[in-house]
């Protein structure tokens, strides 16, 4: 799913008024039925609403929906902040709120008056949407502070108000709405996967408001949102006449003395993810460990023709001494096929920062932020850092698995696709090495590096997300989330 700048969507709104046909109060009309039917199916009647309107197209979706609650039968009172002038359909919806509801909205032009509200009030803001273009100062941010201090559920409507869609300011005292639920219309927007907006954005859910296809097809984008579509056809069917070797052979290069763990988890994610067959590449004294733990895997202390493999992943638990820095060099130097790079690996490169120009073009590599920064440098927001891993992965022709509550995949030609599954619990120990493991997993079998990057991080948080069926967000461990790989890959298949 493509995700679009708040300029792009107001000329997607204005093709689909032009093209679809349909005039532009009667798309503020279909949105807000959509609106209507959303808020209806999570609040009942018995739960007090207060609209808080703003002068802008935003503001005339709160009016609409305003009226349509009261209409359903809902308690409801609307406030309009009115300083200035209104647009047109927000005009319009002002007017039909009045011919049908005189007493139901309540118009303040200067200074916030607070509505009368109760504790189980449900506050809607639409104050301002996507067409906010600076902070909010004067009565709108005053009407900002009121909403924060209820305490009361806040559902924004389209974006939080104060929030810009996309890149925000880093000073967190700007007056924005700290909404429980935003609905966004059609499309998720790039401020809502960034962490340091969590608390502004809440829950969010996307409402469809039947924005015309074509204008989406044609209409590009560098960010997209990775939904189950887009991986549902990327996984391979099996033959019946396969057999081991159909799937590859991946070698997992991991842990040290004390890290047995971390192969034990990277090869037996690489195992469940369908490679044919895995061999580990450890110290002796991590050989009884890993076989004990996974028979199915095969050990070697000694590394003899990288060739025979379909898939090499490097880093888990390998530490960064001298010994592990010359294997990574080692292989870098003799492989001429993508690899997988993850964790120590990673810290090696960053203390030999021209290593990175030996990993071969088309390779994965999965920093969590840290590593990131220790790889390319501290960044100053998230956007700072997202901008420096499409850059980096089009300079090094790699893929960047840029790890976090929505991981982002960087790709050689400059697409950032950002991920939907997952969850807090699975920040655990051992997660990112079952990711690596996953990795290894699907390369081996032939998915192309693009396809291996974006299903291994889709099935890694799906399975986190079925496995939290069962766990708590803090009981949940890395080897839930493996036991949970085959439901993952069932539930893209049903
Ligand atoms: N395709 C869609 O997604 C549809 C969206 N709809 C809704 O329309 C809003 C966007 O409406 P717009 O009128 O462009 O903007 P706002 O209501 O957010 O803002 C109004 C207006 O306010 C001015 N402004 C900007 N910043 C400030 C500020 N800090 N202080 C004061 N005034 C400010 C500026 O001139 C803005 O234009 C979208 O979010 C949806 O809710 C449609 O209803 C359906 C189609
Ligand atoms: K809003």
Known sequence: MKIFSTSQIKQLDQYTIE??????????????????????????????????????????????????????????SVVLINPTTLSPDCETN??????EFPTAL????????APAISDDTVIIDGLFGSGLSRPLTGIFAETVHWINQTGCEVVAIDIPSGLQGEENSTDNKLPIVKATITYTLQFPKLAFLL?????????????????????????TSDYSYLVEEDIRNQIKKRSKFSHKGSFGHALIIAGNNGMAGASVLT????????????????????????????PEAIFKTTLTATVNYNAIAIGPGIGT??????????????INKSCILDADALNIISQQNDLLKLVPEGSIITPHPKEFDRLFGISDSTCQRISKAQENAKKYKIYIILKGAHSLIATPSGRLIFNST???????????????GILAGLLAQGYSTEETATTSVFLHGRAGDIALERESEE?????????CLGKAYKSLKE
């Open 19 to 76: 093209h679809e046909p349909i005039s532009s109060i009667d798309l503020m009309e279909r949105a807000t039925d959509k609106l209507f039917h959303q808020f209806i199916g999570r609040y009942s009647q018995l739960q007090p609403v207060c609209i808080i309107a703003g002068q802008g197209n935003n503001g005339g979706d709160a009016l609409a929906l305003g009226r349509k609650l009261l209409h359903a039968g809902y308690t409801a």
């Open 94 to 99: 002002k007017q039909r709120l009045l011919d």
């Open 106 to 113: 309540n118009i303040l032009q200067q200074q916030f008056v």
């Open 195 to 219: 962490p340091e907006n969590a608390d502004f954005v809440g829950k969010w859910e996307i409402i469809d408001i039947g924005i015309h296809p074509k204008a989406i097809e044609q209409t």
């Open 267 to 294: 090869a037996k994610a690489a195992l469940r993810s369908g490679a044919g067959l895995v061999t580990v590449f450890g110290p002796e004294c991590n050989r009884i460990i890993v076989q004990t733990a996974i």
């Open 321 to 334: 001494q001298a010994e592990s820095a010359e294997i990574l060099k080692d292989i870098l130097s003799q």
């Open 422 to 436: 997952g969850n807090p619990g699975m920040s655990t120990a051992g997660s990112g090495d079952v990711l690596t």
């Open 475 to 483: 009981s949940l461990i890395a080897s839930d989330i493996i036991g």
